[in-house]
């Protein structure tokens, strides 16, 4: 199937916001996902959309939604170097997550 | 609520090997899935179980993979034989049926 696609690294110093982006196919997605992966962990749920939404805050996190686009992003506010990870866009295709290949947030302090 | 459990963490085996996969899905959740990760890669759909048919398989190498969830519970994947390139984290996840996955810590496959 097509990708789910996404920018593999980003860089950023602590205390700044992080953006990350990401690119899905499905338009009659109903929920598009955000996990966390820390190094040699589980994939943790972050958060996630309905697809009928334009946004979502959940205290540091805001999720944005251009269905339009199939544009997704992630802005961690104030991003700390615990944020350190790989992070995961996800669409739901029929009852299955199809995943991005991740994008590696790297937080210096 | 007790989380989706795997065994085992890690597994170690020579090329031309078979090696199977355990998992218990939280009770109750009637969708299964397993997933290959392979390093520096996301998750990618094997198998997608609901009770004990198959819904999605075409992701599956069927020559050397294989899969089964007796019962509508526990599921084993099975691989016969291993090549290097199967080496990945596999992972096994559940929902009840529509969103609520849950992940498990996964299976640490190396094929030497």
């Known amino acids: 199937g097509e990708d789910v696609e996404q920018s593999l690294f980003l860089s950023v110093r602590e205390g700044d916001s992080s953006v990350i982006n990401c690119t899905y196919t499905d338009s009659s997605s109903t929920y598009l996902y955000w996990y966390k992966q820390e190094p040699g962990a589980g994939l943790q749920l972050l958060t996630y959309i309905f697809s009928n939404m334009d946004m979502k805050q959940d205290q540091r996190l805001t999720v944005l939604l251009n269905k339009k686009d199939k544009h997704l992003s992630l802005r961690i506010a104030d991003t700390q170097t615990g944020d350190s990870a790989i992070y995961f866009c996800a669409e739901s295709r029929g009852t299955a997550l199809i995943f991005g290949k991740g994008t590696t947030l790297s937080v210096s302090s | 609520e007790a989380g989706v459990a795997q065994s085992p963490r890690y597994k170690i085996i020579e090329k031309r090997q078979s090696v199977a996969f355990w998992c218990n899905p939280i009770?109750?959740?009637?969708?299964l899935y397993w997933y290959q990760q392979i390093l520096g890669q996301g998750p990618k759909l094997l198998i997608q179980f609901q009770n004990n048919g198959v819904v999605d398989d075409s992701q599956l190498p069927k020559d050397r993979f294989s899969a089964e969830r007796l019962k509508g519970v526990d599921s084993t994947l099975k691989i016969q034989p291993a090549k290097l390139e199967d080496s990945a984290v596999y992972l096994c996840?559940?929902?009840?049926?529509?969103?609520?996955?849950?992940f498990g810590s996964g299976t640490r496959l190396t094929v030497v």
């Open positions: 996840a559940s929902s009840p049926g529509s969103g609520g996955y849950t």
């Open positions: 009770s109750g959740h009637a969708t």
